[in-house]
């Protein structure tokens, strides 16, 4: 099983991100598929979730209106397209997903800074 995040790197603030993870060694459609993030000295946060099919998806209440997270099937990728970030958005993002079993990728950094 794996799950490879990229797309992270330094942006200035106002800038956008396009994250993806692509996803292997499991039956990628099941899973609920969700972003995290984990910013330095604090605990990990959830960030968006998108259910198997795509229908249904949640944000954290400071991503909503910036961030939106889709998936693709067919490809196992899913994403995370930020927009307007902000310093404050600057952390480690990980994919996670989970469908009884929990998987967890390494993350990807993101730095929002001028």
């Known amino acids: 099983v794996q799950l490879v995040e990229s797309g992270g790197g330094l942006v200035q603030p106002g800038g956008s991100l396009r994250l993806a993870c692509v996803a292997s060694?499991?039956?990628?459609?099941?899973?609920?598929l969700s972003w995290y993030r984990q910013a330095p000295g604090k605990e990990r946060e959830l960030v968006a979730s998108i259910n198997n099919a795509g229908g249904s998806t949640n944000y954290v209440d400071s991503g909503k209106g910036r961030f939106t997270i889709s998936r693709d099937n067919a490809k196992n990728t899913v994403y995370l397209q930020m927009n307007s970030l902000k310093p404050e958005d600057t952390a480690v993002y990980y994919c996670?997903?989970?469908?009884?079993?929990?998987?967890w990728g390494k993350g990807t950094l993101v730095t929002v800074s001028s």
């Open positions: 060694g499991f039956t990628f459609s099941r899973y609920v």
């Open positions: 996670n997903a989970r469908w009884g079993m929990d998987y």
